[in-house]
């Protein structure tokens, strides 16, 4: 057994405690990511959770990751509303700015990285034009 394939592939995610809060109306997760100390952001948590938990079109926040000392786990709480009304209603309006504002930011990053191709295509239809305007500079320095 010193293989992987013979312990079977296990999740990065190991679900702690599934609470289903009916006074709340939300259902609350904690859970371990395995080997991600350092590495994982809110916004990658809650779709790396989405994904694990097929919780598509339902409100996830994430309220909580704490990284352990000496550990490369990371453990995570989260809400999950299925009305995002009730999620701004019950959790403090903070933590919706801080989401948004992560949002906007990796929204700009995409944004950057998709105008870095088209520049880069640009750029090589350029040279092209360029060399042929550079030629008679050549000749202009030899006469």
Same mark, same amino acid.
């Given at each position: 057994?010193?293989?992987?394939?013979?312990?079977?592939?296990?999740?990065?995610?190991?679900?702690? +405690?599934?609470?289903? /809060?009916?006074?709340?109306? %939300? %259902?609350?997760? +904690?859970? /371990? !990511?395995?080997?991600?100390?350092?590495?994982?952001?809110?916004?990658?948590?809650?779709?790396?959770? +989405?994904?694990?938990?097929?919780?598509?079109?339902?409100?996830?926040?994430?309220?909580?990751?704490?990284?352990?000392?000496?550990?490369?786990?990371? +453990?995570?709480? !989260?809400?999950?509303?299925?009305?995002?009304?009730?999620?701004?209603?019950?959790?403090?309006?903070?933590? !919706?700015? %801080?989401?948004?504002?992560?949002?906007?930011?990796?929204?700009?990053?995409?944004?950057?990285?998709?105008?870095?191709?088209?520049?880069?295509?640009?750029?090589?239809?350029?040279?092209?034009?360029?060399?042929?305007?550079?030629?008679?500079?050549?000749?202009?320095?030899?006469?």
């Amino acid at each position: 057994m010193k293989y992987l394939k013979d312990f079977g592939y296990m999740s990065i995610i190991e679900t702690i +405690t599934d609470v289903d /809060n009916t006074f709340l109306s %939300r %259902r609350e997760l +904690t859970c /371990n !990511f395995a080997g991600l100390a350092g590495k994982l952001k809110k916004l990658e948590a809650v779709d790396m959770i +989405t994904k694990e938990f097929k919780l598509d079109g339902k409100v996830v926040i994430p309220m909580r990751l704490q990284t352990h000392v000496g550990k490369p786990i990371v +453990t995570g709480t !989260f809400f999950v509303y299925e009305d995002e009304g009730l999620a701004k209603k019950h959790v403090n309006p903070t933590i !919706f700015s %801080r989401l948004e504002k992560s949002k906007a930011k990796l929204a700009e990053a995409e944004a950057a990285a998709q105008e870095a191709p088209a520049e880069e295509a640009v750029s090589e239809e350029s040279p092209d034009g360029d060399k042929g305007a550079e030629e008679p500079k050549a000749e202009e320095k030899s006469e």
